[in-house]
């Protein structure tokens, strides 16, 4: 036992009993049960009682191999810990579907002794050995490129997160038979964490739907979300875990126009992206009513939003706090606030300066971090950098602002600038546009890539995005943005010219929130794109005369 060792056997009685005396049948262990198409992962600290408990299971029947996986140093928190990674990276596997349950709730994301250990270098030992005996199919670094692991319902949860989760429960059981629909309001701005902890509690909810005992027994709930991309990440989530049926995901306008048609409510439904939910009439969606949430509300008991106002792209979907409030009774609504940033793995004063960028304020570049942030004077230098590091990390990606043309006539439209030029704005194939490998060759809109991760992403800054001299901070052209849906019912509004602005510096939001380890910035206009580099190369020279100060101190 002095180094991992994984065992494999026959799932029957004979094979539980040859366990008595082994060292390892009173320690802790991880396990998975598994037939060609099936498995169950758990972890145990006894594991002959664990699997006779399981063979006299009905729903474990089927699974007919028990992998133990048993290392010497095992202790409860470690075998929780991979017992949890195990789930999430079978799921994005994609061989098997997984019958397991949710966690339980007070499983939160937590240190203990010899994590990283554990975590990271005896969990990747594992995999690769699972690989090599293809127990599983893909590499770890493909897994943690997928929307499906991003988006599992299986994730450690943060404290917040759980707190979170276990609010939602909570006011689900307790409003079910209410006479009045209720409105749960999740806020957080991009990165917060929200689709995460959403996908949780809706397969939680979908399990405690199935238990007899659950005053949640037996409702007919739904995930409704308005983005085609992020549909198909949660219709392959469905497809391989237990609880959950991919017609209990859709898109508004079809959940509302089936409610009306069967004259039933359904009793939960969930709203990822609540942001993109339409506030007037839209024939090109077959919405023949005046807002999406205020139907949305007619036809459910319970309505859990998951709400960003920063995030709003189109004018047919434009949210304020007012418009919100006018249609939730504060009498029988609640909101929960997400802060915390999961995505970015940048510090705060980086995530500040992207904030008062996408307020229009242009300020001092923080000084070099891990997060790999830079200003290129050149998009075709740029996609040159993200094409590397694409090679390297995989999900790097090129995206721009809606400031060049595109139709929805079957053409391929290009950006062009300088001596840089790709197709953009594509959405074919049943995968999300920046997990297929071909879309490195392309350049990714808000469309292609809102609620996605890209572990480095080079935004191109269009024509509509300048520079005021005076003022020194952003001025937007919203002339030059060719994203005409977005402003379409423009004569409906006092303001029309403020609320186009807006949504123009909510799209350069999402754009710039999507990178994990790095965001790449090219400015198409020409006094935005040197100011910017000025700040750069100012923040270069000031992080290198520091280094030599504090070698100097050093020194003396």
């Not at 692991?149 to 450690?156: A, D, G, R, T, V």
């Not at 709930?221 to 308005?226: A, C, E």
């Not at 439209?413 to 920046?434: C, M, R, S, V």
Request: some cysteine; overall charge neutral; proline content about 2%.
């Amino acid at each position: 036992m002095n180094t991992l060792e994984i065992k494999t056997m026959p799932f029957t009685q004979s094979s539980i009993d040859s366990l008595h005396g082994k060292s390892y049948s009173d320690y802790p262990v991880v396990y998975f049960l598994n037939n060609n198409t099936l498995a169950y992962i758990g972890e145990t600290v006894a594991v002959r009682s664990r699997m006779r408990n399981h063979l006299n299971n009905p729903e474990r029947k089927s699974l007919d191999k028990m992998t133990l996986i048993i290392h010497e140093k095992f202790n409860r928190s470690a075998t929780y810990n991979i017992e949890t990674k195990l789930i999430n990276y079978f799921l994005a596997d994609e061989r098997y579907k997984l019958q397991n349950k949710s966690q339980t709730a007070d499983s939160i994301s937590h240190d203990y002794y010899d994590k990283p250990f554990f975590n990271e270098e005896l969990f990747n030992e594992l995999w690769d050995q699972l690989k090599e005996r293809d127990y599983v199919t893909h590499s770890r670094e493909v897994i943690e490129n997928k929307d499906i692991f991003k988006l599992s319902p299986f994730k450690e949860l943060s404290m917040d997160q759980i707190e979170l989760k276990v609010k939602i429960i909570d006011v689900c059981e307790k409003h079910i038979n209410d006479d009045q629909p209720f409105v749960f309001l999740v806020k957080g701005e991009a990165g917060t964490g929200k689709s995460v902890v959403l996908s949780a509690v809706f397969n939680r909810i979908q399990e405690l739907a199935k238990e007899k005992s659950s005053a949640l027994y037996n409702s007919n709930n739904f995930l409704l979300v308005n983005h085609t991309e992020m549909l198909k990440t949660y219709h392959k989530i469905a497809g391989k875990v237990k609880a959950l049926r991919k017609n209990n995901f859709d898109k508004p306008t079809p959940f509302i126009n089936k409610r009306k048609k069967s004259n039933q409510k359904a009793d939960i439904v969930f709203v990822d992206e609540a942001h993109l939910l339409l506030t007037r009439p839209d024939s090109f969606n077959n919405f023949k009513e005046n807002n999406h949430l205020e139907e949305i509300m007619k036809h459910s008991k319970i309505v859990i939003l998951v709400f960003d106002d920063k995030q709003v792209l189109k004018m047919k979907s434009y949210w304020d706090e007012n418009k919100l409030l006018s249609l939730v009774d504060s009498r029988h609504s609640e909101e929960y606030i997400l802060k915390n940033q999961f995505r970015m793995r940048a510090s705060h004063k980086m995530i500040s300066w992207i904030g008062h960028f996408v307020a229009k304020k242009i300020t001092s570049i923080p000084q070099k971090e891990e997060f790999d942030f830079q200003i290129f004077d050149s998009a075709a230098k740029m996609y040159k950098e993200i094409c590397e590091k694409n090679k390297k990390f995989g999900l790097a990606r090129m995206v721009s602002t809606f400031d060049y043309v595109h139709k929805k006539d079957g053409e391929t439209y290009y950006i062009e600038e300088d001596q840089f030029k790709l197709p953009w704005n594509t959405t074919e194939g049943d995968a999300t546009w920046a997990e297929r490998e071909d879309t490195i060759r392309e350049v990714g809109s808000i469309y292609t890539i809102q609620g996605f991760d890209l572990n480095y992403v080079g935004v191109i800054l269009g024509p509509s995005v300048a520079y005021d001299e005076e003022n020194d901070e952003l001025k937007i052209i919203t002339e030059n943005y060719k994203d005409t849906e977005a402003f379409r019912g423009k004569d409906e509004f006092d303001n029309p010219q403020y609320i186009k602005e807006k949504i123009i510096l909510n799209s350069i939001n999402v754009l710039l929130k999507r990178g994990i380890k790095g965001l790449y910035i090219f400015a198409s206009d020409l006094k935005l794109r040197a100011r910017l580099l000025e700040l750069y190369w100012n923040r270069t020279e000031d992080y290198r005369n520091m280094k030599i100060a504090e070698e100097k101190s050093d020194y003396r």
